[in-house]
């Protein structure tokens, strides 16, 4: 089981930059794929990014490539989104999630077990 605890959200400026981390408890955190979604006000939850139990594959949606990275560190139970060039459609809250599937190629949200409680991320204009 992942216990899962996201951090890093706030109110930035467009254009600014943000990085989140979501700490993971338990010894298996390596065994999974990671993924950042994120919600917005009256929208549906939407995959961001994901990566594989290794690191060494990345996913992202298509409003994130260019901008957002995903990034994890095995060592410290760690994934991190870090958000470049952030535009007003980029609020949301953002959840990161396991999937037991490890290899992290899987965008739709139902498809991963274990949720965090999010961080808001709100980019004025």
């Known amino acids: 089981q992942v216990q899962l605890v996201e951090s890093g959200g706030g109110l930035v400026q467009a254009g600014g930059s943000l990085r989140l981390s979501c700490a993971a408890s338990?010894?298996?955190?390596?065994?999974?794929?990671m993924g950042w979604f994120r919600q917005a006000p009256r929208k549906d939850l939407a995959f961001v990014a994901a990566i594989s139990w290794s690191g060494g594959s990345t996913y992202y949606a298509d409003s994130a490539k260019d901008r957002f990275t995903i990034s994890r560190d095995n060592a410290k139970n760690t994934v991190y989104l870090q958000m470049n060039s952030l535009k007003p459609e980029d609020t949301a809250v953002y959840y990161c999630?396991?999937?037991?599937?490890?290899?992290?190629?899987?965008?739709?949200?139902?498809?991963?077990?274990?949720w965090g409680q999010g961080t808001q991320v709100t980019v004025s204009s």
């Open positions: 338990g010894r298996t955190f390596r065994t999974y794929a």
């Open positions: 999630a396991a999937d037991s599937d490890p290899y992290g190629s899987r965008r739709v949200g139902a498809a991963y077990g274990y």
